[in-house]
């Protein structure tokens, strides 16, 4: 915490232009916290931050080899060597997400501004109110609109996340669209059951789908929507 109050504080102070240089010299580790007990971040050894039970913290890193650890009482249920490389891009810091015992699994959706609606609007189209594919799609076409509506994140305890908007927060209801475009887009990460993933990772290797299997896909992505920030 003491390392994140800096770093803004010296954003803050040197202003907007030096920030950008500033931001790519760190990297941000967002810990997931999936345990009914709190848990404990060091980098290094050094500055512990909290992180409460069933939430998320970010946590500010120095570029360059260092040693992350999480503990949970006494328990270490997360300790490696990582090589926090340099941000490619200029102002932009590398982030990370870490699920020390990797209790979640994760996707991501995109949110589309100024052309369509909100994803979960969209997702609502291709079904009836009683959650049955809408008839004016084939089945196949429902089935793959479906499959591609969340990004699946890597079934591991540690993954880059450097060109999500949010993470595990809710996406802005609107947004300033860039100058001369009608449109704009952000990246939402968000938590999986073990079950849904399941459930959307195999949907993608179904090469004949059937109605079941489309209501039981359709059913996953709706818990994944419902549950989602």
């Not at 848990?39 to 120095?62: A, F, L, R, S």
């Not at 305890?157 to 475009?181: G, M, N, Q, R, Y």
Request: proline share 6%.
């Amino acid at each position: 915490m003491q390392k994140l109050q800096l770093f803004l504080g010296l954003c803050a102070a040197v202003g907007f232009g030096a920030y950008l240089q500033v931001a790519s010299q760190y990297s941000w580790i967002y810990v997931d916290n999936g345990r009914a007990e709190p848990m404990v971040v060091t980098i290094d050894g050094k500055n512990p931050v909290e992180i409460p039970p069933g939430q998320c913290k970010q946590v500010v890193c120095d570029v360059g080899e260092r040693v992350v650890k999480v503990t949970c009482g006494s328990e270490v249920i997360f300790q490696a060597m990582k090589d926090m490389q340099k941000s490619d891009h200029w102002g932009i810091c590398r982030k990370f997400l870490l699920n020390p015992d990797q209790t979640h699994r994760y996707g991501v959706y995109t949110v589309h501004y100024g052309k369509s609606s909100f994803l979960r609007d969209q997702f609502k189209k291709l079904l009836t109110p009683d959650g049955q594919r809408e008839q004016d799609l084939s089945l196949e076409e429902a089935y793959r609109s479906l499959t591609g509506e969340l990004k699946l994140q890597p079934d591991e305890s540690w993954f880059e996340i450097t060109k999500v908007d949010c993470v595990l927060t809710a996406p802005p209801e609107s947004v300033t669209l860039p100058k001369h475009s009608s449109s704009a887009e952000r990246d939402v990460l968000t938590r999986v059951s073990p079950e849904d993933y399941a459930v959307l990772a195999n949907a993608k290797s179904n090469q004949e789908p059937t109605e079941e299997d489309f209501v039981a896909l359709a059913t996953a992505v709706e818990r994944v929507f419902d549950e989602a920030p």
